[in-house]
Every structure is written in C-alpha cells, then in structure tokens.
C-alpha cells in the first residue's frame, strides 16, 4: 500500500516547467569586450551623423543622392512595396542581412582583418546622407524612421563587433587563449556566430517596424503635419 501511495502522490505531483532561457554567450562577449563595443557604436553613428550633417549643409548632395536612388530603381521598389508591408518587411531583411552584414562587414573581414569595418562606416556615411531633411515631408518622415535607425544599426554594430574579434583574434591569437592563427581565426568565427543572434533579432524586428511604419504611420503624420 505505500508503494502504491506514494506512486500516486509521484503522479499527482505537478511536473516542474523548464523555462526558456535565451543564450546568455552574446551578453558575455559583448561585456567581455565592453570597449570594443562602444567603439563600433561611436564609429556607426557617428559617421550616420556626419552624413547627415553633410546633407544638411549641402543640400545638393542629398538631392543628387535621392536622385541616384531613383534611378537605380530603388526608390521605384519602395513606393511599389508600400502596399504589401510583409513583404517589404522581407525585402528589407534580406538587403540588410546578406547585401549590408554579409556582403559588406562579413565577408571583406573574412579575407583582410577589419576591412568590413571601413567598408560599412562609408556606408553609414552615405545612409547619414540619405536621411537628411532637406524639406518638411522628409523631416515629418524621420520621426519615426529615427527609431528605425537605432534598432537596425545596433545589429550593425553587433556584426562589426564580430569582424573586430575575428580580426583581433586572427592577428594575436594568444590574446584569446589560441596556439596559432588558425585557432584563432576559429575561435573569432565562433564569436560572430554568437554576436549573429541578436543581430538577426534586431533585424527582424527593425524590418517589420520600417515596413510598416512607412506604409502606414509616416502617410498619416505627413498628412496631419504637412
């Protein structure tokens, strides 16, 4: 009889729940290079605010730079995917992911140490161009594209982080505990493959807002503002 209570009192027993938790690595890396990290944050947003500065100063330049966006097609593409906001949504991902992460900051670091980095920071340069207002429509427009900015450059920086490490590690490998370069090249990959994470998350979620917010929210403050 008491085997037989207690495999019943086993059975009546809630079973525990197991919580959730979120790799806790990226946090570690980002801590663990503390520096570095605000580092990237200076050189994106600062060279987003000189563009932007620049647009603001010379006029011209921006209006030469919205020019060229239309006739390379890409504001064409915009305008047509305002009616679908998933599907830009989707669009914007997949230019930020592979054509600006993958293609500009990963794959120049994978062949010359840091060498994404230059190459991204020119191209928040040109983005700090684009943005700037150079009349009222623009301006209304930027309130909530500001957002946009911090969200989808915060993955930025996270992916220069990962090109920083894998650069660092790649040239002073017993910096990271690694016999040799090749060990070391290793070990910075792993440490993009981490800092990849949250990077994709922003991303997903700076895509949805812009998409969004530029189908219906901007249309409306223009129309209330303008």
Do not use: C, K
Not at 130 to 152: F, G, K, M
Not at 157 to 169: C, I, T
Not at 210 to 225: D, K, M, N, Q
Request: a positive charge; proline letters at 6%.
């Amino acid at each position: 009889m008491t085997d037989q209570h207690t495999a019943a009192a086993r059975a009546a027993r809630p079973m525990p729940t197991r919580r959730v938790r979120l790799p806790r690595q990226p946090f570690a890396i980002i801590r663990g290079n503390f520096r570095a990290y605000l580092a990237m944050n200076a050189i994106v947003y600062g060279l987003v605010a000189v563009g932007f500065v620049v647009g603001l100063a010379f006029p011209e330049l921006r209006a030469a730079r919205g020019a060229a966006l239309e006739q390379d097609g890409t504001a064409g593409l915009v305008l047509s995917l305002l009616s679908s906001p998933w599907l830009f949504a989707l669009t914007i991902f997949v230019i930020n992911t592979l054509t600006a992460a993958a293609a500009q900051i990963l794959l120049p670091s994978l062949i010359v140490p840091f060498a994404g980095i230059a190459v991204f920071g020119y191209r928040a340069y040109v983005l700090g161009l684009t943005l700037a207002p150079i009349d009222r429509a623009n301006a209304i427009a930027l309130i909530p594209h500001s957002l946009t900015i911090v969200i989808e450059f915060q993955a930025y920086v996270l992916v220069m982080l990962g090109a920083y490490l894998l650069g660092r590690a790649w040239l002073r490998p017993r910096l990271v505990g690694a016999p040799n370069r090749r060990q070391g090249y290793l070990h910075g990959l792993r440490q993009i493959g981490w800092l990849s994470l949250p990077a994709l998350a922003l991303f997903v979620v700076g895509a949805v807002y812009e998409a969004f917010s530029l189908a219906y929210l901007v249309p409306v403050l223009i129309r209330t503002w303008g």
